[in-house]
């Protein structure tokens, strides 16, 4: 996958040796809480998760996803990841944790374009989709603001395990522009 260099962070393959600075991101309580992973209470798990859940997508021919770097530090500071390929309609979609103190900056908004960008040149997908649950209005404002279109709300769509409850799902898309 191509490295790819923003006003304030790059975008490169995440690596085995980003578990530190994953843990960091991802030990935070308000970072995770609308993820289906997290908070981390050890580094392992940070190191089992990028074993298991990004470099087996290698298996399936997937990319492993992005680390977020900050370009003042190259210190990770999020990952952004395409998932749920769906071959027969050439879709898949995009998944990010950013944390806190980059929040409200429009650095995920820059990240999420970009990485629609590599989904429809470099990946040749023809729609990208990306989906919250109700609760999560950040997320929301990061989808809206990289130019997606509201398509639905899958009504208790989403059972969270760390809820232990059904929650609305709100589904975006963005189509490659036919040449």
């Known amino acids: 996958m191509p490295t790819i260099e923003l006003d304030r962070v790059i975008l490169r393959t995440l690596l085995k040796k980003d578990a530190n600075d994953f843990f960091e991101v991802g030990k935070d309580p308000l970072t995770t809480e609308f993820l289906t992973w997290g908070p981390f209470k050890t580094i392992k798990e940070s190191r089992t998760m990028i074993k298991f859940t990004y470099f087996r997508r290698l298996a399936r021919q997937e990319p492993i996803g992005y680390a977020i770097l900050d370009k003042t530090n190259l210190k990770m500071i999020?990952?952004?990841?395409?998932?749920?390929?769906?071959?027969?309609?050439?879709?898949?979609?995009?998944?990010?944790?950013?944390?806190?103190?980059?929040?409200?900056?429009?650095?995920?908004?820059?990240?999420?374009?970009?990485?629609?960008?590599?989904?429809?040149?470099?990946?040749?997908?023809?729609?990208?989709?990306?989906?919250?649950?109700?609760?999560?209005?950040?997320?929301?404002?990061?989808?809206?603001?990289?130019?997606?279109?509201?398509?639905?709300?899958?009504?208790?769509?989403f059972f969270h395990p760390k809820t232990h409850r059904f929650h609305d799902v709100y589904v975006y898309e963005k189509w490659r522009q036919q040449q």
């Not at 990952?79 to 995920?108: D, S």
């Not at 990240?111 to 960008?117: G, I, L, P, Q, S």
Request: with cysteine.
């Open 78 to 157: 999020g990952t952004i990841e395409f998932h749920t390929f769906n071959q027969k309609l050439n879709t898949c979609e995009i998944g990010y944790v950013l944390a806190r103190p980059y929040w409200n900056q429009g650095i995920m908004t820059d990240c999420v374009k970009a990485m629609t960008e590599v989904a429809f040149t470099h990946l040749g997908i023809d729609r990208v989709i990306i989906k919250h649950i109700r609760e999560n209005m950040a997320s929301q404002r990061v989808i809206l603001k990289a130019g997606y279109d509201f398509i639905e709300i899958t009504n208790q769509g």
